[in-house]
């Protein structure tokens, strides 16, 4: 028990950068996901051709090789960035392919009429995806999307391990200081589920006021 | 989607091309820097007994021992990626033992572990004993036993070679600093110079990697270590200042057997005797030009 | 593309405009590729130095022994997943309420953890062998997961099937492993694969606990100050072969997918597991 209360500043930090690195790896994978998104259902090949490719490779890459190859590795071209940077790098851009998908299901579950309507109303191809499409796109993917982002919050503990401050990582600390290592983890998992039931309750919220009643 | 499966198919292809040419160089990489060929020999005491150790008891039942070590420690402990063998001074001193105790040293089943995992794998058996840069000090002497010390090493820097600001601890201030979680050299400078950005990771090949990537500024921990891997790349690294502790190097055996612990203060003491010891240190670690200190002198604790 | 809301069959301007704007982002993709190649390039990732280690039979038999250890850990994780994501959901459907309770407890209590602090507690806490504690922690993982998928599998069978089979004096057990069972394997069985690809890509996570394999063996050489610290070119040997495992896997889930969504006896589709949705008060629940 007391592994928590006197390690307040200990387990706050981490918690603290789990938090950070969920926020900023999820704006940057919604932002990511949006335009491939926008890219998957565009008119031109290459674009198209170039949005199958970046969520194919990125679905199927192990998040572990993907830290590896980032953290480690992009230093080398003379990148010296802080880790926590990298590490919202790799972790956005993994789930940007995720985020690319849910949005492009939603989009194909806005009926061809809808769009049809809009051009003959004379809405450019902009107009149509921004002001029909995407805001009708956008009621069905909240559930998906608040998953993935769950997700993302569970998948940022990798990071941990490759000198980023986080919540797991916490455990070495606390390890050398001799404290009970059950009970750490259990205040570790205690973190985790604050913030991922926080991620649920939000998108609960959204889904109460924007979701498509099913 | 119908090219999914054959760009599958061929990125798997050109990649296990590249691997599995048959016509691959057999055998590894030359390794970099000077390489002992000529290692000394250790006959084994084949009629050594010790009915007290319930350590030695298991091994003879298994007929070899388990030795835990480091695999990223150039003339220390280090392990060829390719062939797997073991080289180094602790790699030496672990089989000097297992000759000394009664069981060949070719037979040793090495495991190598991490500095953060060494308590834990000692005292749930994974392994029988470890030599691998452990340091003595008395919280691990709770935890642990110590056989020696064998070598007295000491925590120092490890920086670039262009590398002018670092002179020694007293400037690490607001530099990020590379060590391995969970090691006495981490603590320090956690302890001495709160003013210093730590970086941790588990190995130190990472940190070293880290170091020539400029993501940190200086890699610390023993000298002993530093030397390796500046021996390593000379025109890329440096060591500097002064070692700033003393580490007394031992070998760790589990904390409830005496006996094996003072069986093997015996075989050191007798390998210093006899000349192995600096043979050993002369075939590893002497090559990054450093020549044998003295060997410390064992230290035959009792626990209260 | 032409049952996408977005628009309508481009006529011949459009087409023409269209080829213009794919010229432009053509050009604009190629120059990002041959700029990072000019990177790997100059930073001499390329050099014959970094990429001889590979041409040595020992390096090639470390990387074949790393990804000989990746399929066993996978291989074993799958088996034990699928026993204990049967046997979760047999606990969910069950009868009995304690049970019941019992088992959608730790489903949902594995499926709202991260799989490393599980994998990380089995090692440190537990002391377990890395392998152990990998297979272990990704078990109760992916176990949980495909227990849900179980069970909307089951529960997706219409529900004419059951009530018929009981009608006919069968048991709970055999209108389970009779009736309901069979029908629904079939329905479930791309989401099965594709979950399994979440095992695969997860069995790199046994490099942070020091397992050896395929990305620990790529570490070692990439570390290695011996060859120069090849790090790019063994992450452009390790990559593809990764990414292209998961790829053919993850094909096998959507071919079988479509073959079944031909076969008129598979009825309804259960819908891929989303990780951590059903947490109490979650966008599902």
């Known amino acids: 028990m007391d592994v928590l209360t006197h390690n307040w500043s200990l387990y706050g930090k981490g918690l603290l950068g789990t938090v950070e690195l969920t926020v900023f790896a999820s704006l940057l994978a919604l932002v990511l996901g949006v335009i491939m998104a926008g890219f998957r259902v565009a008119p031109v090949g290459s674009l ?134 059950i009970w750490s983890f259990l205040w570790i998992a205690v973190g985790y589920l604050i913030v991922t039931l926080t991620i649920s309750a939000l998108f609960n919220v959204l889904e109460k006021r924007w979701g498509v009643a099913r | 989607m119908k090219t999914f499966p054959r760009a599958a198919a061929a990125l798997l292809l050109a990649a296990l091309a590249v691997l599995a040419a048959a016509c691959g160089k057999p055998g590894s990489p030359p390794a970099k820097g000077p390489r002992g060929d000529e ?43 390719a062939s797997g063998e073991y080289r180094g001074f602790d790699i030496e001193i672990a089989k ?36 691998g840069t452990y340091t003595i000090n008395d919280l691990r002497k709770k935890q642990v036993g110590f056989a020696g010390p064998y070598y007295r090493a000491g925590q120092s820097l490890l920086v670039r070679k262009d590398e002018t600001d670092i002179k020694g601890p007293k400037d690490l201030a607001g530099k990020r600093v590379c060590s391995a979680a969970g090691s006495t050299p981490y603590q320090r400078i956690k302890a001495d ?87 050993a240190y002369d075939a590893t670690l002497g090559l990054s030009g450093v020549p044998a200190p003295k060997p410390p002198r064992i230290d035959r604790y009792t626990v209260s | 593309m032409s049952s996408t809301a977005l628009y309508d069959v481009p006529g011949p301007r459009t087409r023409a405009r269209h080829r213009l704007y794919g010229v432009a982002a053509t050009v604009v993709i190629l120059a990002v590729l041959a700029w990072v190649c000019y990177l790997l390039y100059d930073t001499g990732q390329f050099e014959g130095q970094k990429w001889t280690p590979f041409e040595y039979r020992g390096i090639q038999e470390l990387l074949l022994r790393g990804l000989g250890n ?28 304690p049970v019941r309770w019992l088992c959608t407890l730790l489903v949902e209590f594995f499926r709202a953890m991260p799989v490393l602090v599980m994998i990380f507690f089995i090692y440190v806490a537990l002391q377990a062998e890395p392998l152990t504690a990998l297979v272990v922690g990704l078990t109760l993982y992916n176990g949980s997961v495909l227990a849900e998928v179980f069970r909307a599998g089951v529960h997706s069978v219409e529900r004419g099937q059951h009530e018929a089979a009981y009608a006919l004096g069968m048991r709970k057990t055999q209108v389970m492993t009779h009736v309901l069972v069979p029908q629904a394997v079939r329905a479930m069985l791309p989401t099965i694969i594709s979950q399994l690809v979440v095992a695969l890509k997860d069995t790199s996570l046994g490099f942070l606990i020091t397992y050896e394999e395929f990305l620990h063996a790529g570490k070692l050489i990439a570390s290695n100050l011996d060859y120069d610290l090849p790090f790019i070119p063994v992450v452009l040997v390790i990559s593809p072969i990764y990414i292209g495992m998961c790829m053919l896997l993850s094909w096998l889930a959507t071919w079988v997918g479509r073959r079944q969504r031909r076969n008129p006896k598979v009825e309804g589709e259960v819908g891929p597991a989303e990780p951590g949705t059903l947490l109490p008060g979650g966008p599902q629940g």
Not at chain 1, 105 to 115: F, L
Not at chain 2, 112 to 131: C, F, H, K, M, P
Request: include cysteine; aromatic fraction near 10%; charged fraction near 15%.
């Open chain 3, 70 to 97: 990746t399929l066993k850990a996978f291989a074993i994780a799958a088996v034990l997943s699928l026993a204990l994501g049967t046997v979760l959901a047999a606990g969910r459907l069950s009868w009995h309420r």
């Open chain 2, 96 to 131: 000097m033992m297992s000759a000394a105790l009664g069981f060949d040293p070719k037979g040793i089943a090495y495991k190598a572990i991490a500095s953060a995992n060494r308590e834990t794998a000692l005292q749930n058996g994974q392994i029988d004993y470890y030599v």
């Open chain 2, 39 to 81: 290692l000394p020999h250790y006959p084994v005491q084949t009629r050594f007994q010790l009915p007290d150790s319930p350590t030695w008891q298991k091994a003879k039942r298994r007929g070899h021992f388990a030795v835990g070590v480091k695999e990223d420690q150039p003339y220390l402990g280090e392990r060829d990626p």
């Open chain 1, 48 to 181: 198209r051709a170039f949005g199958t490719v970046w969520v194919t490779v990125l679905r199927n890459t192990p998040l572990t090789l993907l830290f590896f190859a980032v953290l480690l590795g992009l230093p080398r071209f003379g990148l010296a960035l802080p880790f926590n940077v990298f590490a919202i790098l790799a972790l956005g851009c993994y789930t940007s392919a995720f985020i690319c998908e849910a949005v492009r299901s939603g989009i194909n579950t806005v009926p061809v009429g809808q769009g049809e309507a809009a051009r003959s109303l004379g809405m450019t191809f902009g107009q149509t995806l921004g002001a029909v499409v995407l805001p009708q796109a956008f009621r069905t993917v909240i559930p998906p999307v608040g998953s993935t982002l769950i997700a993302l919050a569970k998948n940022s503990a990798i990071a941990g391990s490759f000198s980023v401050v986080e919540l797991l990582g916490t455990y070495k600390t606390l390890n050398e200081l001799g404290y009970s290592i």
């Open chain 2, 193 to 279: 110079h709160p003013e210093a950005v730590l970086v941790a990771y588990d190995t130190y090949s990472i940190c070293v990697d880290n170091l020539l990537t400029f993501q940190v500024d200086a890699v610390t921990t023993d000298d002993a270590i530093l030397l390796g891997y500046a021996a390593k790349a000379p025109d890329e690294m440096k060591l500097v200042g002064k070692p700033f502790s003393e580490e007394p190097y031992g070998i760790g055996v589990p904390l409830k057997d005496p006996a094996l612990r003072f069986a093997m203060d015996d075989a050191l003491e007798a390998a210093e005797k006899n000349g192995n010891w600096k043979k």
